[in-house]
């Protein structure tokens, strides 16, 4: 499992138009799942991610966790994270997982991440959005299960 995280002031992810999921400050997280992936890497994933200490504190420092400064969430599925660009020019998904598992995990992950935080907001599983962000720092972290 693969997550790009984005520090955020604001984000909102838009279908057709309309907005489906906004937050204020605190962390977009866009989802890849993989072949491989069970419950255990999102389990694993978000338990990494609830504890990342990449807010500032009083001083300037990132001391403080998404629950110290009370940040909301929102969680944006993306099989793209998944993309091999080794042969050629155009990526290749295989690596990504099956749609139908890939959207139970993506679910599974989101409901972790509702136990524990009071805004949490989502995009639409294998929808067409736009996703508008403000990247606070910017500050964007990568994390993929596989070397944590």
């Known amino acids: 499992m693969r997550a790009l995280i984005q520090r955020v002031s ?3 992810v838009d279908i057709d138009g309309e907005t489906v999921g906004a937050i204020g400050k605190g962390l977009v997280i ?3 799942v993989g072949q491989e992936d069970t419950e255990a890497q999102a ?4 338990t990494k991610i609830s504890k990342l200490r990449i807010f500032e504190d009083s001083e300037g ?3 403080l966790s998404l629950a110290d400064v009370r ?3 929102l969680v944006v599925s993306q099989f793209t994270l998944f993309a091999s660009c080794k042969k050629g020019n155009r990526p290749s998904f295989t690596d990504a997982g ?3 598992e890939a959207n139970r995990l993506y679910e599974y992950f989101v409901g972790l991440a509702r136990t524990e935080v009071p805004h949490v907001a989502t995009g639409i599983f294998a929808a067409m959005m736009d996703v508008a962000l403000v990247n606070e720092g910017p500050f964007t972290v990568w994390l993929d299960t596989d070397e944590l």
């Open 61 to 63: 420092k990132t001391n």
């Open 30 to 32: 866009l989802l890849g």
């Open 10 to 12: 604001r984000a909102q």
């Open 98 to 100: 099956k749609p139908d």
């Open 71 to 73: 940040g909301d969430v």
């Open 43 to 46: 389990d694993k994933l978000w």
